[in-house]
T-cell receptor, first 111, second 116 residues
Framework: DAKTTQPPSMDCAEGRAANLPCNHSTISGNEYVYWYRQIHSQGPQYIIHGLKNNETNEMASLIITEDRKSSTLILPHATLRDTAVYYCIVRVADSGSRLTFGEGTQLTVNP | GAGVSQSPRYKVAKRGQDVALRCDPISGHVSLFWYQQALGQGPEFLTYFQNEAQLDKSGLPSDRFFAERPEGSVSTLKIQRTQQEDSAVYLC??????????????FGPGTRLTVT
């Protein structure tokens, strides 16, 4: 699986958009970008995934650059409950494909 | 429906004791994964089951670690002769090609193991 690079920490004001970047310059053509988050003392939670098109669901939006070498997770209106470690993971979409977690980004949403 | 459940949530073991950690995956999910998360680190892969078959155990750190899923549903991770370096959160995740899913993994709350 391709390696990802994320900033170690970010801050965001409550109610504002949180934009979390991820670099994955060695991504392969059959690898998807997945985002997970882990709130303190909980298991990781799936957020969203995409291949090459931008994606949106009830939790977030995922913007993937045209060359697929980077992406941005957008939380449109961050709340205090969004404070968590966010992991960007690239992997093939296969039943046996493990998740390889990097260091992630600690997002702190401030009141 | 119910998510992934794990028990116990917390386990304290004396060095040298054996422990067994249980995972109940989401009903219908054929794939089951175990991960180990040390304090301040991201989860690391241990092993993977498809139904009852253990297809990948390359992440198990030593032969003291053993996992099973005999009926393709509930899984147990067993650690023999626990050592202090085994102290970590053990996470279980399941996934399946259900309608609308794309092999995303759903995690349980984890079992925090402390070896004293």
């Amino acid at each position: 699986d391709a390696k990802t690079t994320q900033p170690p920490s970010m801050d965001c004001a409550e109610g504002r958009a949180a934009n979390l970047p991820c670099n994955h310059s060695t991504i392969s053509g059959n690898e998807y970008v997945y985002w997970y988050r882990q709130i303190h003392s909980q298991g990781p939670q799936y957020i969203i995934h995409g291949l090459k098109n931008n994606e949106t669901n009830e939790m977030a939006s995922l913007i993937i650059t045209e060359d697929r070498k980077s992406s941005t997770l957008i939380l449109p209106h961050a709340t205090l409950r969004d404070t968590a470690v966010y992991y960007c993971i690239v992997r093939v979409a296969d039943s046996g494909s493990r998740l390889t977690f990097g260091e992630g980004t600690q997002l702190t949403v401030n009141p | 429906g119910a998510g992934v459940s794990q028990s116990p949530r917390y386990k304290v073991a004396k060095r040298g004791q054996d422990v067994a950690l249980r995972c109940d995956p989401i009903s219908g999910h054929v794939s089951l994964f175990w991960y180990q998360q040390a304090l301040g680190q991201g989860p690391e892969f241990l092993t993977y089951f498809q139904n009852e078959a253990q297809l990948d155990k390359s992440g198990l750190p030593s032969d003291r670690f053993f996992a099973e899923r005999p009926e393709g549903s509930v899984s147990t991770l067993k650690i023999q002769r626990t050592q202090q370096e085994d102290s970590a959160v053990y996470l279980c995740a399941s996934s399946g090609r259900l309608a609308g899913s794309f092999y995303e993994q759903y995690f349980g709350p984890g079992t925090r193991l402390t070896v004293t």
